[in-house]
């Protein structure tokens, strides 16, 4: 690549970020990094009707949450700031007018009335309205007004748009990094608005051109609901006369539903139970919808998971780290056809990651949720408890469910577990079971080990005997790891107490 890699990721905030933003954002991301290049975030809001109070701030905190780093734009500064368009509204009357004056767009006063009644025209005579090469002749536009009457009507404040003009019966020729080369008639494309007086802002496709150009994009990877405006962006670029310069580009295909047909929505979520949207977001008016994060996903395993949806590595390989995909990310590499988004596919990701956990790494994670449910304990014991409980853990959120016996005693007992056990000769083999315990100085689980199953061979028990029945006394389910990762971690003084509590507290069954 002989130029400076530049790549930006542009959102309108106008909601919660779906994942397929995400998505777009972080394969921007590792092309960016691959080549060495910038990572640019503008803030494409110049749509006021669509604005959202909230969602910038959601967009920047979910890339943050993700790891995907930006070198320049909204939030970060750079040599091309504001990267916020409603903050550049000045620059682009100054391109709408250029278009003007070269003659490809032209000032159009219509109103929508006037648009109504051509509308209907079409539609009696069967055709679908398009504002294009034959409507514009019928409409008071600066092509068919004099001069002065177009002056006169900017002049005493009348409302106007400025629109492209777009050629009639002219093949544009465009070439795209994943789709190749795709050819578009003009005549099916209409004459898009550019710029509006009524709130002095440019629409999308102006402010989107020029801000590529001004801030030196080199490559615009973005999905592929924006193919349908590659004509239109060719033809901004032909006539500034910036074709030199021009972007290349690159179409990402759709995520898909898990049914695989049609496009990933909230509502497939609602239904099927997962969501898709990076973070929890409540909207201006109250609506919420959920977030991976706040459904117990770890960034690296979420992210590990988008990567795969629309690219591959090559190989069967399944599990990467950021850094891997930098070094192995290729635009060669991303599909045509849609990625079919696997809810349990984005479980199974963050399994293998929580699996993979330290106790230094698990800490952080499980301290929160150890302090939600009133649990004070040490960095290094929060760390200990997950880590000996992780590989039956596929979210964070499954850390209380299958850790909190190490933090607090059981006040219920499971039945099922209670009737087969807390019967017959146990109550009073658990009686000699706590002197046995008390006895022992050395309480680490491989000493406490040997010392009780010393004693069991003794005594002549069997061991399932003996070990259910502390496990009821301890933990109160047939669940946990094995008795002396619990008996070590809680320590003497609380097993006896453990044990003490079932014995004043349940009654045995004979
Ligand atoms: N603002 C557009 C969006 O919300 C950006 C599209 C593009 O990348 O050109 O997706």
């Not at 910038?56 to 734009?73: A, Q, T, V």
């Not at 309205?129 to 536009?141: I, S």
């Not at 033809?235 to 310069?245: C, I, K």
């Not at 109160?476 to 014995?503: H, Q, S, Y």
Request: charged share 25%; hydrophobic share 40%.
């Amino acid at each position: 690549m002989n130029r400076e890699v530049r790549v930006r990721f542009a959102p309108s905030p106008t909601g919660p970020l779906h994942i397929g933003g995400v998505r777009t954002a972080l394969y921007n991301y590792l092309f960016a990094r691959r080549h060495g290049g910038k990572m640019i975030l503008r803030i494409e809001d110049t749509d006021s009707q669509r604005f959202v109070p909230g969602a910038e701030e959601y967009i920047i905190e979910s890339l943050k949450w993700c790891g995907i780093e930006i070198d320049e734009g909204v939030g970060v500064g750079g040599p091309h700031a504001p990267y916020r368009q409603s903050e550049r509204r000045e620059i682009y009357l100054k391109y709408a007018k250029q278009l003007v004056e070269a003659g490809w767009a032209y000032y159009a006063f219509d109103t929508p009335e006037e648009l109504d009644t051509l509308r209907k025209e079409a539609e009696e005579a069967g055709k679908t309205f398009a504002y294009n090469y034959e409507v514009r002749q019928k409409l008071p536009t600066s092509l068919s007004l004099s001069a002065e009457d177009v002056e006169a009507r900017i002049a005493r404040g009348d409302q106007w748009v400025v629109r492209f003009k777009m050629p009639e019966n002219e093949v544009v020729k465009m070439d795209d990094l994943i789709r190749g080369h795709v050819e578009v008639n003009t005549s099916t494309l209409d004459d898009k608005v550019l710029y509006k007086s009524a709130d002095a802002l440019p629409t999308y496709h102006l402010a989107n051109i020029v801000d590529d150009h001004l801030m030196e994009v080199s490559h615009v990877i973005r999905g592929e609901e924006w193919l349908p405006s590659l004509p239109l962006h060719y033809l901004l670029y032909r006539a500034f006369g910036w074709t030199d310069t021009q972007p290349e580009f690159a179409h990402l295909p759709l995520l898909l539903k898990p049914t695989g047909s049609g496009k990933l929505s909230k509502r497939d979520g609602d239904k099927m139970g997962f969501p898709v949207f990076p973070l929890f977001w409540t909207s201006p008016t109250g609506e919420t919808a959920r977030g991976y994060r706040e459904d117990g996903y770890l960034p690296e395993a979420f992210i590990n998971m988008l990567s795969l949806l629309g690219w591959n590595p090559g190989n069967d390989e399944e599990i990467f780290s950021m850094q891997e995909l930098i070094d192995l990310f290729s635009l060669e590499r991303v599909s045509k056809s849609g990625a079919r988004f696997q809810p349990d596919k984005a479980k199974w990701f963050n399994a293998q990651y929580m699996h993979k956990l330290s106790d230094e790494e698990l800490a952080p994670i499980a301290q929160p949720i150890y302090k939600a449910h009133g649990v004070e304990t040490t960095d290094e014991l929060a760390g200990k408890a997950a880590g000996i409980m992780k590989e039956r853990m596929t979210l964070t959120t499954d850390i209380w469910e299958l850790t909190s016996f190490f933090f607090v005693a059981p006040t219920e007992y499971e039945e099922k577990l209670t009737k087969k056990q807390w019967k017959g000769d146990n109550p009073a083999m658990l009686a000699k079971l706590r002197g046995v315990l008390e006895g022992i100085d050395d309480f680490s689980k491989e000493n406490t080990e040997a010392v009780v199953r010393a004693w069991i061979e003794a005594e002549g028990y069997a061991l399932g005997q003996v070990m259910n029945t502390l496990r009821l006394a301890l933990v109160g389910a047939g669940k946990g790891p094995g008795m002396f990762d619990v008996t070590e971690f809680i320590g003497k003084a609380e097993c006896l107490k453990r044990i003490d509590n079932l014995m004043a507290n349940v009654t045995p069954a004979e």
